[in-house]
Structures are given as structure tokens and as C-alpha cells.
């Protein structure tokens, strides 16, 4: 069953929409053989045999459609975007490398020699 | 619901099941999350496709949804595919709300060429570009139910699982979507 429309067709832009209800109806056999579920043969009965066909013509984009592949610089764009290892272990103080600077290293031994000293004198 | 190319890869290598996969994950085997990648990106990617209408914005929707599935991928229960798909599914919501608060409209010839030769841009047809404009006029809840019926392939009711609804709403909605679009379109290519 259609309805009447006029001629010269609705216009469309993004957000309008013909109002539900007032449209065209295709038949529930146009509408299994879409779903997959009746040959073309048995939708075309009437008027409806202009809807095969109009479903026929838009079959063909509607195919390169589902033959899209993911862009390929994506996985490598989400893989470089992960956060970082999820398990971080943490070693025990007594077990961590320290690493000291040869400055800091003479600072220290000049403090244990004046400290020496002073004991020394203080002693003597 | 699994894509049939997915469901023999993992049926041919069950060490490589998506339980598997994320198992290992998990565990620390951060590469592995790119099995997954391979895995669903296509179907997600042409689902984030059809519903915004650009390459750009659906590549930032998919990449972001998979970001976030790393995430939180101790949170999966049940099927992998079916709960990342949700998330670019929302993503796309999401984006399309905000288009609509902020008024803009979305027309093809403001989107900036994302096509990577003059091929793919001369494969640009004209009823490619009308079932595009036509596609971005219905309601986003039409135009996901067409798409994953028509473009993505599904089932009723590995949609109604999906979107967690009624088959019988779900056929009323690629229904509807049909008669929308035969209605916009019908006067020039009937």
C-alpha cells in the first residue's frame, strides 16, 4: 500500500524527517525479501515490483558499503595510545641499586675524615 | 553474532579465543589487545561509519572506544564483540547529541575529504552521497537499526542482544528506516 506524495518529493537536511506515519508502506513481502527471507520473485507482485527495483539500485551501494575496512594507521594509532604496562612492580629499598655521584662521594669521605679528626682531638 | 571471519579464527585457534586474548592482556601482554583490534575493528568501524557519515569522526569514535575497552577490560562479562561494540555504539550517540546542541548540521560538503587517493574520492557516487544525506536525515535510531541490518549484516536477534530490545521492535525500526529512506530517495533512483 502507498500513499500519496507530491510530486516534487520532500527535501532533506540533517534533522528532518519525513513525520512517521503519513509515508509510504512497503508490503510485508518487500520487506522479508529484504530481510533475506523471500526470493525477489515472490515481492514483486503489483505495485511492489517498483519497490524491488528501487531496493535493487540501492542494493549497490549498500554493498561497497560492507566491504569497508578499518583505515590501516588505526590499530597502529590505538596501540601507540594505550596506557602504559597495567602491573608495576616495586622492588624493596634494601634491594634498589643506589646510584652516587664521584662529587658526593668525595664530600662524604671529606666529612668522615674531618669527623675522624675532630674525634681524635677531642679524645687526645 | 561474531563476524564469521572472527568466529573461525577463534574456532580454528582456541588459544587465541577472545577469552584467551584477554586473559593475557590482562596478565601484561599488552601486544596482544591488537588480536582484538584485527579482530572486531571492521564491523565497528563501518557500524561508527554509517552512523556519523564521516571517516574522520568515525575513526576518533573507534579509536577512542578501543582505548577505553583497554581500559576496562577487567569489566568484561559475556561476549567481548557485543560489549565493545556498546561503547562505539554510545560513542556515536554521544557525538551525535552533540551536533545537535551545538547546531550543527551535518552536510557532507562541510566535511573535510578524509579519502586517501583521488579514487576513492572519484567512487564518491551520487547515490553514495544521496543515501549518505538521506541516511543522516533519520532519527539515530533508525538509521542504526538500517545499518546494522543492511550494512553490518545482522540478525534481529544479535541486534536485540545488542542494543537490548525486542526483535519486534527492532523490525519495526529497519521498517520504518526503509519506507524513510525509499520516501527521500524514491524520485530519484525509482
Not at chain 1, 78 to 90: F, H, I, K, N, W
Not at chain 2, 29 to 35: E, L, N, Q, T
Request: aromatic content about 6%; overall charge negative.
Amino acid at each position: 500500500m502507498r500513499s500519496d506524495f507530491s510530486k516534487s518529493g520532500p527535501e532533506f537536511s540533517s534533522g528532518e524527517f519525513p513525520t512517521l506515519g503519513s509515508g509510504l508502506r512497503l508490503s510485508p513481502e518487500v520487506h522479508a525479501w529484504l530481510d533475506g527471507r523471500l526470493p525477489a520473485h515472490a515481492a514483486r507482485k503489483g505495485d511492489a515490483a517498483h519497490d524491488v527495483e528501487f531496493w535493487n539500485r540501492i542494493e549497490s551501494d549498500i554493498a561497497k558499503r560492507r566491504q569497508v575496512r578499518t583505515p590501516v594507521h588505526v590499530q597502529r594509532a590505538v596501540m601507540a595510545a594505550l596506557p602504559g604496562a597495567s602491573r608495576v612492580t616495586v622492588r624493596p629499598w634494601h634491594l634498589r641499586t643506589v646510584t652516587v655521584a664521584r662529587g658526593v662521594l668525595a664530600l662524604g669521605g671529606a666529612a668522615l675524615v674531618a669527623l675522624g679528626l675532630a674525634l681524635g682531638i677531642a679524645l687526645g | 553474532m561474531k563476524t564469521t571471519a572472527a568466529a573461525a579464527e577463534q574456532t580454528e585457534q582456541p588459544e587465541n579465543s577472545d577469552q584467551e586474548v584477554i586473559s593475557r592482556v590482562l596478565a601484561g601482554d599488552r601486544d596482544s589487545f591488537g588480536i582484538l583490534i584485527q579482530r572486531y575493528s571492521d564491523p565497528l568501524y563501518r557500524h561508527a561509519l554509517g552512523m556519523t557519515g564521516s571517516p574522520d569522526v568515525a575513526e576518533d569514535i573507534l579509536q577512542m572506544s578501543l582505548i577505553k575497552a583497554y581500559q576496562h577490560l577487567a569489566e568484561v562479562r559475556g561476549r567481548f564483540d557485543a560489549w565493545v561494540f556498546r561503547i562505539v555504539a554510545n560513542g556515536c550517540k554521544d557525538w551525535l547529541k552533540n551536533i545537535r546542541r551545538t547546531h550543527l548540521s551535518y552536510e557532507e560538503d562541510d566535511q573535510p575529504s578524509s579519502y586517501a587517493t583521488p579514487e576513492e574520492e572519484l567512487d564518491r557516487t551520487e547515490l553514495r552521497s544521496d543515501l549518505d544525506r538521506a541516511l543522516a536525515s533519520l532519527p539515530a535510531s533508525l538509521r542504526e537499526a538500517f545499518i546494522m541490518k543492511h550494512v553490518e549484516g545482522r540478525s534481529y536477534e544479535e541486534m536485540a542482544e545488542l542494543l537490548e530490545t525486542t526483535v519486534g521492535a527492532l523490525k519495526m525500526r529497519v521498517h520504518r528506516a526503509r519506507e524513510a529512506l525509499q520516501v527521500l530517495l524514491e524520485e530519484k533512483y525509482a
